[in-house]
């Protein structure tokens, strides 16, 4: 197995670039050709270092998938002329309608996506891997809930995020309990006005949207049955209802893995079956965490044919110690 130290070591023995630094793209784009020879395929790679609190206060939390991520995929899907293509995936998860964007620019272009999850994928990026027509997971790997999150500013400045249903349960849990007792409504005032009066109603349609995106892609990718539509509308309603239910999950965090996967019905493959593919594909996976851990970058959206769109942050060092990333404004390209 490709562990994060061998490849560190491989690393550190690669000739440096002119100014002593460490090439660090070049020995992870060779790692993505590794891949590609093995599967005959190009390889997509969208990775941001969201785990890393600096680099997330640096980028003042820009590692979630958006909308300037479509310009990061047309970027490396448009010079691509293959019909089948894999596409890895660490990302926390960002926008249900970024997922969507994000889908749509690779189905337009290849008609086979294989996703490939070599650690994690929660949230939106787990509704992009289940757009795929095949996925691959290593053993250890996870996705999760696709439950949609909500992020506002409560009356004492603070930002908070909180699951969409949390928030209706709430609301309902307040109007069962003021509408047998009203003296409570004072106790509940200051709880509901932080909310602001459409919280409610938009909870319910991003729940709704969410998993319309999640049930679409199933349908037409992976339980894709045009001989029996209607086996493949009640496989991909187990999955998104399984997927979906926060109430059962408890945390948007919760972790998901190839067991619980086919226990629903998803034909997930297990990446360690595939002792050579599965050693190319985690020396990639730990070439872009040393890649994240000794650069500014921390968005990595690239293929194996060379092209790149990667935003940075600005590291600066005041004598010996860690390097310490500043945003860079605007990001960068790369």
């Known amino acids: 197995m490709a562990s994060w130290n061998a490849v560190r070591i491989e690393l550190d023995k690669r000739p440096k670039l002119p100014n002593g630094n460490i090439d660090f793209d070049k020995f992870r784009r060779e790692k993505y050709v590794a891949v590609e020879k093995i599967t005959g395929r190009p390889l997509i790679v969208y990775a941001t270092d969201f785990l890393n609190k600096g680099k997330v206060s640096a980028c003042q939390g820009d590692v979630e998938i958006d ?7 047309l970027e490396v899907t448009q010079g691509l002329t293959d019909k089948v293509a894999d596409v890895m995936l660490y990302s926390p998860g960002g926008l249900p309608d970024a997922a969507d964007s994000i889908v749509q620019i690779l ?22 891997a ?20 909500f992020r506002f500013v409560k009356a004492d400045g603070v930002p908070v995020a909180a699951p969409a249903q949390a928030i209706i349960d ?22 509901l006005q932080q909310y602001g009066p459409s919280l409610y109603q938009q909870c319910l349609n991003a729940i709704e949207l969410s998993k319309r995106y999640v049930m679409q892609w199933l349908k037409t990718g992976m339980f894709n049955s045009p001989d029996d539509p209607a086996a493949a509308e009640a496989a991909a309603k187990k999955v998104v209802d399984y997927l979906g239910d926060h109430n059962q999950f408890k945390s948007h965090g ?21 002792r050579p593919l599965h050693d190319a594909v985690m020396t990639v996976y730990h070439t872009l965490l040393l890649t994240f851990g000794g650069t500014g970058a921390y968005r990595i959206i690239e293929n194996s044919r060379g092209d790149a769109y990667i935003r940075v942050v600005q590291v600066f060092t005041v004598g010996p110690g860690p390097v310490m990333p500043v945003p860079a404004p605007g990001g960068g390209k790369k």
């Open 67 to 73: 909308l300037t991520d479509r310009e990061g995929f």
């Open 107 to 128: 189905r337009s272009k290849f008609d086979q996506i294989r996703f490939i999850i070599p650690g994690v994928a929660k949230s939106a990026a787990t509704m992009v």
């Open 130 to 149: 289940l757009s795929g027509h095949e996925l691959m997971m290593e053993h250890n790997a996870e996705l999760g809930p696709i439950d949609p999150q």
């Open 170 to 191: 709430q609301f309902e849990k307040a109007q069962d309990i003021i509408g047998k007792d009203p003296k409570k409504l004072a106790a509940w005032i200051p709880i």
């Open 254 to 274: 919760a972790r998901v893995g190839v067991r619980e996967l086919r226990a629903q019905g998803v034909p997930v493959k297990i990446l360690n079956e595939d």
